[in-house]
């Protein structure tokens, strides 16, 4: 099947300039006496991927990393330096609040304005009017100039119109953090729509739920170049292990028994008489995995380096949402006694679990089971792990819930 987005090795490279000049007189004399400099900036450095048609493609990264550039480089509000960038069918874009409208104009008016800009003649617009004011839900205030709508509104209105073209390919930036949770469930539920119509979607977030619910492909950007690029099955666990390793506080630093463990920051703390050496997730088949099927059997494999005498010495882990405000569940990997220094592996069998599918953080301590103040090493949210039903499904409907009642588990 033929792509509707190709790009081959895309890079942009932007100007700087060191001298900004803001009257016409300072063009004149830096122009004259001082030039200053033009300094490159490759904001994109050789992007490549494909886009089937009928798939959702989330790109990630940190603030700089070039998402909204390629956003823009596909919406073709400018071009790329170099490499070659398609698109196949209609683009309709929502990428900043107000971009495209013109604020003297009503709603109605820049809806007639925006629809014909994509193309849609007047009898189209005229079929597709009560579901886009029905959708956006701006009917008092269609007549009223845009320039006095809320960030809100201008989101619900510019989505609404984007959502009703007919485009094959809707590029999304960082809309759906604007606006209520209500209308950002009719959006997600309405982006899913489009994409069981056949229609593809690219958009860029840094809202972890939207892009649970929306994604099945991410492109993962790093200072405009690509680290990775797949299923987010994939992609996403990755990911979210790169999100919690960017934790850099010092272990020796933090007062383990002045803190509650609720209360604790993503990161590694204490390393002090025993820590954790790697931590790896089992199949039933030997395999290394790190998806698994809902009530798949897996183990979670413990190396732990013990550098001095313990007597008691326990293994606990808990599984929560990627927000991390419920535990799915938790157990412990077993207890050791009167353990001398060295090397160990510890193996927790989890035979059988109620997650539903979704994607999960996991957070392991080594502790003594005696006192809860005495933590040895503690891991907070590290290792991330999805599980999905037997069609692959990840992501549910917004608003279902992520956890079922407590499983079991197994000591080994």
């Known amino acids: 099947m033929e792509p509707v987005i190709r790009a081959r090795g895309v890079t942009k490279e932007f100007l700087m300039h060191t001298h900004q000049a803001t009257t016409l007189k300072e063009v004149v004399l830096r122009n004259l006496f001082e030039p200053g400099e033009q300094i490159p900036l490759i904001a994109l450095r050789d992007v490549t991927f494909d886009l089937e048609p009928g798939h959702s493609l989330a790109i990630i990264g940190s603030n700089g990393s070039g998402k909204s550039t390629l956003l ?16 196949r069918g209609r683009v309709a874009a929502l990428l900043e609040l107000g971009a495209g409208f013109e604020p003297e ?25 009560d579901s886009i004011l029905e959708f956006s839900q701006l009917d008092k205030f269609i007549h009223t100039p845009v320039k006095r709508y809320s960030s809100g509104m201008y989101v619900r209105l510019g989505f609404a119109i984007a959502a009703h073209v007919d485009a094959d390919i809707l590029l999304l930036d960082e809309v759906l953090a604007v606006g209520d949770t209500a209308f950002q469930v009719k959006c997600m539920r309405k982006i899913r729509d489009l994409r069981e119509a056949g229609k593809s979607i690219l958009f860029v977030s840094h809202t972890l739920e939207h892009i649970e619910a929306i994604a099945d492909q991410v492109l993962w950007l ?35 028994d002045g803190r509650a463990a609720a209360a604790l920051p993503v990161g590694r703390f204490a390393a002090r008489g025993a820590r954790f ?19 798949e059997p897996f183990t979670m494999r413990c190396e732990i380096e013990v550098m001095e005498h313990i007597d008691q010495l326990e293994l606990s882990f808990a599984l929560g949402t990627m927000d991390a405000l419920r535990a799915a569940w938790q157990g412990t990997g077993g207890l050791m006694t009167n353990v001398t220094p060295g090397r160990y592996t510890i193996d927790a069998h989890i035979d059988e679990h109620h997650l539903v599918p979704g994607r999960y953080l996991v957070s392991l301590m080594l502790g003594d089971p005696r006192d809860l103040k005495v933590t040895y090493d503690m891991h907070l949210r590290l290792y991330a792990l999805s599980f999905h039903d037997g069609n692959g499904r990840i992501a ?17």
């Open 222 to 256: 790093n200072r405009g170049e690509v680290v990775a690029f797949g299923t987010a099955d994939n992609i996403l666990p990755r990911f979210y292990e790169d999100l919690q390793r960017e934790d850099k506080t010092d272990s020796q630093q933090v007062d383990m």
């Open 277 to 295: 050496l790697s931590v790896r997730f089992i199949a039933a088949d030997g395999a290394e995995r790190k998806s698994f099927q809902i009530r």
């Open 105 to 129: 104009f009503t709603g109605m008016e820049n809806i007639f304005l925006q629809c014909s800009i994509l193309g849609l003649p007047r009898e189209d617009i005229l079929a597709r009017l």
């Open 72 to 87: 823009k480089l596909i919406a073709g509000i400018s071009k790329p330096s170099s490499g070659e960038l398609s698109s």
């Open 396 to 412: 549910h409907e917004p608003g279902e819930g992520r956890i079922q009642p407590m499983g079991v588990f197994s000591e080994g």
